[in-house]
């Protein structure tokens, strides 16, 4: 081997290319998750995001237009995991029961393990130039747990409906105030305060 071909460089290949591309995209979707659960959508900045992530704010606008751009990527690509995840866990659980501490699991436990995930969430779902895309991806996903759950609230004697939109309340409530008061919130209190309840009727001999 002469010298020449020592410091011969060989390009990449595609493969490599792309895996390098995966991962600086997620480098970059990490970083801004970080930042905008920080500063929100208005306070954060591209420079800011840029320099968290360790890229050139040139080579983020490669992966992503604008700002705008940034944030519904980040909310899909949650959206579209927390989904996989916990849909199959509803679809697997073997009663009723099990599918409503899933149904309520489903948000605790991620607001326990990434609070600014939430935190974004909760800002998208409530800006006007956001609400139209938030709710299109939104309202199928929660169609699906509200039929899931339907059984077991029948099965009490209870209205679906209005027994799915008050968990939903309950749940958006707890999220908002572990935001607000952080690990002093008995978040693992509340969820145990509403299944809780529903074990009590199961188990209530029926008349």
Same mark, same amino acid.
């Given at each position: 081997?002469?010298?020449?071909?020592?410091?011969?460089?060989?390009?990449?290949?595609?493969?490599?290319?792309?895996?390098?591309?995966?991962?600086?995209?997620?480098?970059?979707?990490?970083?801004?998750?970080?930042?905008?659960?920080?500063?929100?959508?208005?306070?954060?900045?591209?420079?800011?995001?840029?320099?968290?992530?360790?890229?050139?704010?040139?080579?983020?606008?490669?992966?992503?237009?604008? @700002? *705008?751009? %940034?944030?519904?990527?980040?909310?899909?690509?949650? &959206?579209?995991?927390?989904? !996989?995840? $916990?849909?199959?866990? #509803?679809?697997?659980?073997?009663?009723?029961?099990?599918?409503?501490?899933?149904?309520?699991?489903?948000?605790?436990?991620?607001?326990?393990?990434?609070?600014?995930?939430?935190?974004?969430?909760?800002?998208?779902?409530?800006?006007?130039?956001?609400?139209?895309?938030?709710?299109?991806?939104?309202?199928?996903?929660?169609?699906?747990? @509200? *039929?899931? %759950?339907?059984?077991?609230?029948?099965?009490?004697? &209870?209205?679906?409906?209005? !027994?799915? $939109?008050?968990?939903? #309340?309950?749940?958006?409530?707890?999220?908002?105030?572990?935001?607000?008061?952080?690990?002093?919130?008995?978040?693992?209190?509340?969820?145990?305060?509403?299944?809780?309840?529903?074990?009590?009727?199961?188990?209530?001999?029926?008349?």
């Amino acid at each position: 081997m002469n010298a020449h071909s020592k410091n011969l460089v060989v390009p990449r290949t595609a493969v490599q290319n792309s895996i390098i591309k995966k991962k600086t995209r997620r480098k970059i979707m990490d970083a801004a998750l970080e930042v905008f659960g920080e500063r929100g959508f208005d306070g954060a900045t591209v420079n800011e995001i840029a320099k968290k992530a360790e890229v050139s704010n040139g080579l983020m606008y490669n992966y992503f237009v604008s @700002k *705008e751009d %940034l944030v519904i990527t980040l909310f899909k690509d949650f &959206l579209a995991n927390h989904y !996989e995840v $916990w849909s199959k866990r #509803t679809k697997e659980a073997k009663s009723p029961f099990e599918k409503l501490t899933i149904a309520v699991d489903r948000y605790i436990i991620p607001l326990k393990e990434d609070p600014n995930k939430w935190s974004l969430i909760r800002e998208l779902s409530s800006r006007a130039e956001f609400k139209e895309e938030f709710w299109q991806s939104v309202n199928p996903i929660r169609d699906f747990y @509200k *039929e899931a %759950l339907r059984p077991i609230y029948e099965s009490l004697g &209870l209205n679906a409906e209005t !027994e799915f $939109w008050a968990l939903q #309340t309950y749940l958006e409530g707890i999220s908002l105030c572990y935001h607000s008061y952080g690990h002093r919130y008995p978040l693992d209190e509340m969820r145990e305060t509403y299944l809780s309840r529903f074990q009590y009727l199961i188990d209530k001999p029926k008349k």
